[in-house]
C-alpha cells in the first residue's frame, strides 16, 4: 500500500470504540484526507487524521462515513460508547456528505437504509463478510469469555454451556468453550452446522430443543441474527443464569424479559474493542477493498 492510494479521498469515520482509531490511523497513511469523531480520542492524536467537534464537522464533504460495525442500536443511534452524546444519522447529518457519497458500515438499519437511498448515498454493509468475520473473530469470542468469567459465580471447565448458532461466531465460541473443557450445547436450524458442532465434541441439538434442555444449562450465548432467545426459553432457565447476546442489531435475546426473569442478561456489543489494533486493521483491509472497487467503477464509469 503507498501513501497515495488514496489521495484526494475524503474519509470521515464517525462513531466507534478504540479499533476505530487503527481504521482511522490506516486510512490516513492510505493518502486519505482523514476526518474523526466519536470514537476514544489518543492523548497523542493520530497522524493525519483531523478530530472534530461533531459528526456534521467530520462528514462535511466526505466520500465515505465509515461508521462502526456493532450495528445500530434500538434508537437508531451508532455504536459510540465514549461519544458525548448519541450520534444519529439522519437527514440533517447524512446531507453534509457529498452527493453519490458511500456510508460503509457493518449492518445498516431499514431507516439508514431508506434514509440513505432517499439522499442518493450508498450503504455497504460487510457483516457478512466471512473472510473478514473470521479475522476479528477470535477477539470477539476472547472478549465473550471474559465478559462471561466477569459475571458468573462458577467456573466455565465442567459448565454446562449453551451455545445458540454454529456460523461464523458460534463456531469458534463453541469450539474454544470445548477446549476449556465445558460441556458445550449447540443449537442450529442447519443439519450440517449440527454435524459440525458434533464432530468438534459438542452436544448438538435442534434448535426447536432450546427451551427443553434449557433448564439443565448454567449460561447461554446467542450468536444468531434472530429473535430466537424468547421469554418463552428464557424461563426456563435457572434464575442469575448469564445469557449473553453476540448477535448484530436488533439482536437474538429478550433482554427485558430476562432482567424480568431474574437473569444476567447482556447485549455484549462491541467485543472486538478486546484487541483493537489486531481487529481494527483487520476491518480496514475489507473497508479498503470496498473503497477501491467503488473508486475503479466510478473511474470507469460504472
Partial sequence: M?????????????????????????????????????????EAGIVGVVACASAADALEGANYALFPIPGMGHDGSLFAPSAPAPIVPDAALLAHM????????????????RLAAALGLLIVEYESDTELMLT???????????????????????????????????RLLARKLVAMFAHVHVFARNPVQRAEAYAAGCSAHPLEDLARIAPDLDMLFSTVSAPVVDRGVLVELAKGSLVMDLAAPPGSVDLVAAEELGLRGIWARGLGRRAPVTVGRSQWIGILKRIVELEEKRANGS
Wanted: net charge negative; hydrophobic share 50%; charged share 15%.
Fill in 136 to 170: 476479528r473473530g477470535p477477539a470477539i469470542v476472547e472478549g465473550a469469555i471474559a465478559t462471561a468469567i466477569l459475571n458468573t459465580v462458577i467456573t466455565l471447565h465442567n459448565a454446562d454451556v449453551g451455545v445458540v448458532g454454529h456460523g461464523t461466531i458460534g
Fill in 2 to 42: 503507498t501513501g497515495q492510494l488514496l489521495e484526494g479521498i475524503v474519509i470521515a469515520v464517525v462513531g466507534g470504540d478504540e479499533r476505530e482509531s487503527e481504521i482511522a490511523r490506516m486510512a490516513a497513511a492510505a493518502g486519505a484526507d482523514l476526518r474523526a469523531f466519536g470514537f476514544p480520542w489518543p
Fill in 98 to 113: 457529498r452527493p453519490g457519497a458511500s456510508i460503509i458500515l457493518g449492518t445498516a438499519d431499514e431507516p439508514l437504509r
